[in-house]
């Protein structure tokens, strides 16, 4: 099945090192890639202001001036970020009726089983451990692609398309 | 041939920094996203590590010389440290500030003293290493770029 275009998606790390790395394994997978340096940015990005929270009525995303051309597919995320967390942005997110059908991962350099469990209960579809190896990159293309099924298909279509990616 | 010398002295030095512990798997990992497109990826991470790791080592000077110590902010600077640590492979620095983090957690001024003292000689030796490693494979030119034996 080959996509209509290239998958886009955002990561979001403090870290410039970070940054670095999580964009080269991105490009390596062919995805388009932006990367942003805190929670904050990233929500700039995707259009949705700090105010502009929960229930907003906007059915999709509205471009603001010069971001968002670009549909976002995914967005990775480090868990341990000076202002918002990860976890933060992710409660936003899904919290946000334009924003919360966007598959979220968290990364993280440590192993904390309540706070790996915290984040799959409010919705992130997986958590990486650091350093981000192209294993774990790998294991983005199911999000994606049930992403982009649920997109094309009519309603009544919905979970069927979503079977047959699993 | 020198062209051969050169390439056996550049992958010699590449195995010295497995041999001697400088570098992990990580590092193997960063040289495998490196290709024709990309020929300096790993420089370039090494590059920007090393500007961000001076900045935090900076940091923790400063701090540690305070009194009383604020661990908490200490932890944290380390956190970030040993991060970045992390994600370049740099295998010896990262323990250092394993057992920083922990002299934090214990409140142990004198460890934290005694930790970071060793902890700069490991990011001094592995920047040292790191940058003729990327020299020499620089100098043998772009078919020779720093990267896992084929």
Redesign the interface.
Known sequence: MAPQQQFHVLAVDD????R??IE??LK?SSYQVTVVDSGSKALEFLGLNEDEQMDQDVSSVLPSDHEQDLEVNLIITDY?MPGMTGYELLRKIKQSKSLKDIPVVIMS?ENVPSRINRCLKEGAEEFFL??V??SDVNKLKPHLLRGRAMEDEPIINKIEATLEVI | MERNQTRRQIAGMRQSLFDQGLVDE?FV??E??QDDA?PN?VE??AT??Y??SSRLIQNLDQALEKSPLDFNKLDNYM??L???S????AKKVKAECTHFKEYCRTANREGCMRSFQQLKKEYALLKKKLEAYFQMARQAGPSNAACRPK
């Open positions: 870290s410039i090192i970070d670095k790395l080269r394994l390596t341990w350099s650091k350093p190896q192209m | 990580q990992q960063l495998e996203l990309n990826f370039e991470v920007l590590y500007r961000d956190h970030q040993k991060g970045s992390s994600s370049i492979g």
